[in-house]
């Protein structure tokens, strides 16, 4: 059967079609467009543009994806619709949403599976392997612009987060920290890590021993003190502060040098990934022994599952525990409408699920929760 995937849940406008045509190969990709908002000048998301946005491509992008040859060739018709349907923006949401619900009326009142988009982000490397790896029980570090958890996933539907952040995600810190060194991109994820790239390349290979290099203070945060419980979870909004003030005490932006640049970027990234690993490390080992041998798969998705630097880091820090490592490629970690159509096939195929006509976009929807208590199931 033909599945069509939408996202709409932030800026991003994604569809994808996919032929299921066998349950036992990964489905065939027919096409995958996006089309990407720019928001340079506006120093993030502003909801009601990424709403128009939407409004503005999302029908162009289906109709291309249906149409492929510009209605020489015959249209394809979908057999299922898969949409995001939270969390993320109300708006960004219910252009999708309701999108997906007209074209199920109108192609005869095909199914719509109204999709969880971290289950999407977490499931993201079993579209490659037609759900044989990573096997449930597993781990996933699921680390976006809007997200940071450490989740356990026991069944399709049952996921328990073993740690969330408890300010902002890990890709906003990112971001912002690197606005605050100069960067002014759509994401400055991506730009940051070829800043850390080019010093690993240039500052490192100059002979100076680490120390040499003056970068600025960062001090990990939740670090453990005699008397002070520790958390299993995130902090991120301490690193755009000390990063701001490290500069302000350099003497500004425009004080920098070429190499103070690229040694602070290598400071960022380094930071912030190694406070993730320490908070993963301290939240593993709360889970009882027996039940972390279940657990052979590690998942690090979202989109700054991109960063080569995060995974090599990752792959270090828990390579006693002798995990198989899952890291999609990265046009699949950031938001796409082709994780979203996988996951709606787990959910129809597996489960028989699919969403009444009814249902709304949901912003604030946890990962533990995904049937329970949210109503527009049908099996
Ligand atoms: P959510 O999935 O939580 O709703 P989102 O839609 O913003 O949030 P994604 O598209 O999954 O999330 O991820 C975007 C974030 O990933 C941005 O913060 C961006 O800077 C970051 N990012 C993307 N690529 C990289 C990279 N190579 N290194 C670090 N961060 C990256
Ligand atoms: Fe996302």
Redo the contacts with the bound molecule.
């Keep these: 059967y033909i599945v069509l995937g939408i996202e709409t849940?932030?800026d991003?406008t994604s569809v994808c079609l996919y032929d299921r045509y066998s349950p036992a190969e990964p489905p065939r990709l027919i096409s995958s467009l996006t089309a990407s908002l720019d928001n340079k000048e506006f120093r993030g998301i502003v909801p009601s543009r990424a709403i128009n946005h939407h409004q503005q491509h999302l029908a162009r992008l289906v109709s291309q994806a249906v149409c492929p040859a510009n209605n020489a060739a015959p249209q394809i018709t979908p057999d299922l619709i898969c949409v995001t349907r939270g969390?993320?923006m109300r708006g960004s949401l219910s252009v999708g949403v309701e999108f997906a619900k007209g074209l199920s009326v109108a192609w005869g009142g095909i199914p719509i599976v109204g999709v969880h988009?971290?289950l999407a982000?977490l499931l993201t490397p079993r579209l490659l392997t037609n759900g044989s790896a990573p096997r449930f029980p597993f781990l996933s570090l699921l680390v976006?612009?809007?997200?940071t958890m450490l989740v356990l996933s026991v069944s399709l539907l049952e996921h328990r987060i073993l740690a969330n952040t408890i300010d902002i995600?890990m890709?906003?810190a990112?971001?912002k920290s690197a606005r605050e060194l100069g960067l002014n991109g759509n994401?400055?994820?991506?730009e940051?890590?070829k800043l850390v790239q080019r010093y690993d390349e240039s500052v490192r290979g100059d002979g100076r021993d680490d120390d040499e290099v003056v970068g600025i203070k960062i001090r990990l945060p939740m670090q453990p003190k005699p008397g002070r419980p520790q958390a299993a979870a995130f902090s991120f909004s301490s690193f755009v502060s000390m990063v701001s003030r490290g500069i302000a005490q350099k003497g500004g932006i425009d004080a920098l040098s070429e190499s103070d640049v690229l040694v602070i970027a290598k400071q960022i990234e380094d930071a912030i990934f190694d406070h993730a690993v320490d908070r993963i490390r301290y939240t593993l080992s709360t889970v009882p022994r027996d039940e972390a041998a279940g657990i052979q798969d590690f998942v690090c998705a979202?989109?700054?599952g991109?960063?080569l630097h995060?995974r090599k880091k990752l792959k270090e820090a828990f390579a006693d525990r002798a995990m198989n490592f899952h890291f999609p490629p990265?046009e699949l970690?950031?938001?796409n409408g082709r994780m979203i159509a996988w996951a709606g096939i787990e959910m129809w195929e597996t489960e028989g699920l699919h969403s009444t006509y009814d249902i709304m976009p949901t912003a604030k929807w946890s990962l533990e929760d995904i049937v329970g208590e949210v109503d527009g199931w049908r099996r």
């Design positions: 849940s932030c991003d969390p993320g988009h971290m982000h976006s612009g809007g997200h995600a890709g906003d990112i971001d994401m400055n994820g991506p940051l890590e979202g989109g700054v991109a960063n995060l990265p970690c950031v938001d």
